[in-house]
């Protein structure tokens, strides 16, 4: 089984649109994050999420909007999509904040 | 501010040498350290970590890394590389309620 899960795998759609990603961990974990990975590889973290609360929520966008229906669900909601969103985009999960981060296989969207 | 950094964008080794991937850290307090590696078109895999204790900390695939807190550094090595090691890996730092990653060090091995 996997362990944390992402879908689509892969998102192509255009400027202006609205698009989500899901993310889905069945380790047990309370704290789930998404990061955003730029075309140079740079991890940049977005927003953290324990016990199904905010708890980081670095400099980004107020179009990119986390959803935590459960402890095992943390999705990404992107209003009004622009061509510098465009990266790859990573859930991952931990147990406990200190502990290591499992990560999913990530979402590569695509804005033209 | 927790920080961590990765001197090296890219390292290149041939196969059965030893390799060495650098990371030094900025922290306050007793720093929580951690290696992944990224292979292409994957998520990050996490391979160790250095909460306390022993220095040198053993990992998966036959990593290691060594705790060193008077040149606050945390390499990554492994005795010899393989091909099947040619990846990216990052260094990270825990920081309260989250972890920071470094840039990256992409590791080429070389048959």
């Known amino acids: 089984d996997t362990a944390v899960s992402q879908t689509p795998k892969y998102l192509v759609t255009q400027m202006g649109n609205d698009k989500s990603i899901k993310c889905e961990q069945n380790l047990g974990h309370d704290t789930m994050y998404w990061y955003k990975q730029d075309s140079k590889k740079f991890l940049k973290i977005m927003f953290s999420?324990?016990?199904?609360?905010?708890?980081i929520n670095e400099t980004v966008p107020n179009r990119f909007s986390p959803k935590s229906p459960d402890k095992a669900h943390l999705n990404l909601h992107i209003n009004s999509l622009e061509l510098g969103d465009s990266a790859v985009y990573f859930c991952?999960?931990?147990?406990?904040?200190?502990?290591?981060?499992?990560f999913g296989p990530g979402t590569r969207l695509t804005v033209t | 501010a927790q920080s961590v950094a990765q001197p090296e964008d890219q390292v290149n080794v041939a196969e059965g040498n030893p390799l060495t991937v650098k990371c030094t850290y900025s922290?306050?307090?007793?720093?929580?350290l951690f290696w992944y590696v990224q292979y292409p078109n994957r998520g990050l895999q996490f391979l160790l970590k250095?909460?306390?204790?022993?220095?040198l900390v053993k990992g998966s695939y036959g990593f290691e890394a060594e705790f060193n807190k008077s040149q606050t550094s945390f390499h990554l090595k492994k005795p010899s590389a393989l091909v099947s090691d040619s990846a990216l890996y990052f260094c990270a730092v825990r920081r309260i309620n989250d972890m920071r990653f470094g840039a990256g060090t992409r590791l080429t091995v070389k048959p």
């Open positions: 922290v306050s307090g007793n720093p929580y």
């Open positions: 999420y324990n016990n199904k609360e905010l708890i």
């Open positions: 991952a999960s931990s147990q406990k904040v200190t502990y290591e981060q499992y």
């Open positions: 250095y909460i306390t204790g022993d220095n």
